[in-house]
């Protein structure tokens, strides 16, 4: 996952409703008059000349890769008085950008001016003009030139509004300067739509990998920790000293009556020392803001040790203000050697505000090592509720433990005692790794839920040594070094974990070890080496990244590794058929390229390296469940939904595709401290895992504005025709079936709403849902809901 991504500005978005034409956002199914003479669209503000303080006015700026000057430049102008200038000494990907809406599926001229002074493209393109999240570009212009008319007939296709860059760089960092001036847009033509499309169930294209329906969790926000692992507790092993800024624990009575003591230290770098006045005041820690039900169990543990005129520690579990409000464990057994007590509470009433307080009136001191609180239902230190929602999405393999967390992460920190395991600041996100959760627990939750497991090994900060003792510790016989610790922390026989992924995004500098792809390609052929001689039978899969990346680690280490990665995310998009069709677009996008790869790179003659596309998704919007905690839509779910369509159809090159990620962090399934329900995203891909099927067919004709695609089932049992209408309108789709029979009815599944914007919340009735009708009307027309996705289920054999 990137570190450092696009984020549409709000900005803008609102600038796209107050542009709005009267024809509105979405395409019309029907005929469309033809353009007339006045068919140029006003670009705002084309030339600059409208300003606001120091910016022109609707035009703002985004930067990809730093660093970019920005500026209206009032001496240099095409026409007028001002342009638009990009410069960059160090290097920059960046633009000057506005939001224009568009008519879908329509013929549009771009043209507009660029001057140039010493630009050096690098491994960008240069200065041109582009439509932000689809190939649409012009020529670039570089080094020194005088203003210079660029020009593009394009179809915008799929899109209802368009981003329009000024881009200097683009797909790599440029240096010098470019200027912009006088740009227009001018629609030619548009299509007259009537959807139609042939079916041909006789005429199969290569299965499509079950794989398609992968998973991703990261140690990062509230994916693991506070969200698929039942902990209640923050900071549970002291990472921070009590009363710090950054700590969840504070003090209790005198505010200096904790030290943090590195002599005694159970775990990590210090314990919680209190100094007990002996003055008959409670002293002690607490943290608070924990979520309890009325009437449910609690369960948990904690490892003190203690002066005798410490005795009793009491254990509180707080649920309100008054003297019957808790429920005490007192702890008289305690001597100068750290001990391990058990915890037990039940609530008595429900709150988000209750706190743990372990305390004493006594004298002397006592220390907190460390200690643990979960509710009494876990499942092996899980929450129930997270893990029935992950059995219904029935995902076949998820992927762990990053992400850019892999790329400084230590797998030896994750094993053994889990009291005992250090407590580290995550290396590439915000907060501690508790390191609770480390490949036991990883594997217990993939047993659990019953999923194949996929590692990522550390190729950033890691070494070789480390992969390959990751992979003897995992599959090793209980003979072998690391299969005997293994063995020692309680796993006598071997997992066979078949999926292993050699690195995270190593091509980013935002990456922890990032290096030039000359020399990674190095480092991969040693780790696919020594992993493999480990273990012959795991599946290597390397990093990439469409263009140089990927062509370079496909030709300098095709021969070790079974799988390449891929990853795409997107943002926001103001129209939604503009939204949704990006998902599918760079599903595309990336098996056209590898296509290309298989045709001239020289070491993949007659071998195809199928593509693991194991991170995609959306992201976008406020973070609303922890770091990149965002919240989906519905029109998020029909781009999902798009998006199994498109992998359907390029089942020839994409073999897995992991969804990032699954729990709260741009994920498919949302929780609070006791909730937990899908995500509009969710929903799709649980309803498509389910019902859509293996084996897809050929679908012709033009579906527009829909997407279309059908697949067989299992054995041939049922053909499975899926269709995404984003659009705001109900269509009429015209539909020929060729190869098998036309029933007069269907199993139908849908999802579908009339706002765009509809979403679910944990604990709520949900607003959107899976809708099945058994019996559902069928015949070659068609009435399809606006803003729906719906599998239709044709038997085989009934008519």
């Not at 022109?56 to 000057?69: I, L, R």
């Not at 505010?255 to 002293?283: C, D, F, I, Q, T």
């Not at 897809?696 to 041939?716: F, H, S, Y």
Request: net charge neutral; hydrophobic share 40%; proline share 6%.
């Amino acid at each position: 996952m990137k570190e450092i991504r696009l984020i549409i500005s709000a900005y803008l978005i609102c600038a796209f409703f107050m542009l709005i034409p009267s024809w509105g956002i979405m395409p019309s199914a029907r005929s469309e008059t033809p353009p007339s003479a006045q068919s140029r669209i006003a670009v705002p503000n084309s030339s600059f000349e409208e300003v606001e303080g120091n910016m022109p006015k609707g035009w703002t700026t985004m930067t990809w890769q730093p660093k970019a000057d920005f500026a209206l430049d009032s001496s240099i102008a095409h026409s007028g008085k001002n342009s638009v200038r990009v410069s960059s000494a160090e290097g920059a990907d960046a633009s000057w950008m506005i939001v224009i809406p568009a008519k879908a599926f329509s013929r549009y001229r771009l043209s507009g001016w660029v001057k140039t002074q010493d630009l050096e493209p690098g491994t960008s393109r240069g200065a041109l003009f582009s439509f932000h999240g689809t190939d649409i570009r012009t020529k670039a212009v570089i080094g020194t030139q005088g203003w210079t008319r660029l020009e593009l007939v394009f179809d915008s296709g799929a899109n209802d509004v368009l981003w329009l860059n000024c881009l200097f760089g683009g797909w790599g960092k440029a240096t010098g300067t470019a200027w912009f001036d006088d740009v227009e847009l001018e629609l030619l033509s548009t299509r007259a739509l009537k959807p139609q499309v042939t079916i041909e169930a006789t005429k199969t294209l290569p299965p499509m990998s079950k794989y398609i329906y992968g998973q991703f969790i990261e140690h990062l926000g509230r994916c693991i920790y506070q969200g698929i692992w039942a902990e209640m507790l923050e900071d549970r092993k002291f990472f921070y000293a009590v009363n710090a800024e950054d700590s969840v624990w504070k003090s209790i009575g005198e505010p200096h009556s904790v030290w943090m003591n590195p002599v005694v230290a159970y775990v990590g770098v210090h314990a919680a020392e209190v100094r007990l006045k002996g003055n008959g005041r409670p002293g002690g820690i607490s943290q608070g803001d924990l979520a309890l039900i009325k009437g449910k169990s609690y369960v948990g543990r904690v490892v003190l040790s203690a002066d005798p005129g410490a005795l009793p520690v009491e254990v509180s579990l707080v649920w309100g203000e008054g003297a019957e409000d808790r429920q005490t464990v007192s702890l008289e057994d305690i001597g100068n050697d750290y001990r391990t007590f058990p915890l037990s509470f039940t609530a008595g009433a429900s709150t988000e505000k209750a706190r743990l307080e372990i305390w004493s009136s006594g004298g002397e001191s006592f220390r907190v090592g460390t200690v643990s609180l979960m509710p009494e239902d876990n499942i092996e230190g899980f929450r129930p509720d997270v893990l029935a929602l992950l059995k219904e999405l029935d995902s076949p393999v998820y992927r762990w433990p990053g992400g850019n967390f892999a790329s400084g992460y230590n797998w030896k920190d994750g094993i053994g005692d889990s009291d005992r395991r250090p407590p580290r600041k995550n290396p590439a996100w915000l907060g501690i790794e508790h390191n609770d959760v480390g490949i036991h627990e990883f594997l217990d939750l993939c047993r659990l839920i019953g999923t194949e497991p996929y590692i990522t090994v550390n190729s950033g900060q890691g070494s070789e040594t480390m992969a390959a003792e990751e992979v003897e510790y995992v599959n090793g016989a209980s003979s072998t070094p690391m299969g005997r610790w293994r063995a020692e922390n309680g796993r006598l026989e071997p997992w066979g974990v078949k999926w292993w992924s050699v690195g995270n995004e190593m091509y980013g500098d935002w990456q922890l070890g990032h290096m030039p792809l000359q020399d990674y390609v190095k480092k991969h052929n040693r780790f696919a080496e020594v992993m493999r001689a480990e273990d012959p039978a795991i599946k290597v899969i390397g990093v990439g990244a469409v263009g140089p990346w990927s062509e370079g680690m496909l030709a300098g280490s095709a021969g070790h590794m079974d799988f390449i990665s891929e990853h795409f995310y997107v943002g926001e998009q103001p129209g939604v058929l503009s939204h949704v069709s990006q998902v599918p677009r760079e599903v595309r996008r990336i098996a056209q390229a590898h296509r290309g790869y298989r045709r001239t790179i020289p070491a993949l003659k007659g071998k195809g390296i199928p593509v693991a596309l194991d991170e995609w998704n959306y992201w976008y919007g406020p973070e609303l469940y922890g770091q990149i905690g965002t919240r989906y839509f519905l029109k998020d779910g029909l781009g999902v939904a798009a998006g199994i369509n498109e992998y359907a159809r390029q089942s020839d090159v994409i073999f897995m595709a992991n969804y990032a990620q699954t729990v709260n962090v741009i994920g498919a399934i949302k929780t609070t401290k006791t909730a937990a329900a899908f995500d509009t995203t969710g929903l799709v891909l649980k309803l498509y895992r389910a019902q859509f099927g293996t084996l897809p067919v050929r679908v012709t004709g033009t579906p527009e504005p829909m997407d279309v695609m059908a697949a067989w089932t299992e054995g041939k049992k049922a053909l499975a025709i899926s269709i995404v209408n984003p659009t705001l309108e109900a269509q009429s789709l015209t539909l020929s079936l060729k190869g098998l029979g036309v029933p007069k009815s269907a199993k139908l599944y849908r999802i579908a709403g009339t706002d765009p914007m509809a979403y679910n919340e944990p604990g709520k009735e949900p607003i959107v849902r899976i809708e099945e009708i058994s019996g559902a009307p069928f015949s070659g027309k068609l009435t399809v809901p606006a803003l729906s996705a719906s599998i239709y289920v044709l038997e085989k054999n009934k008519r």
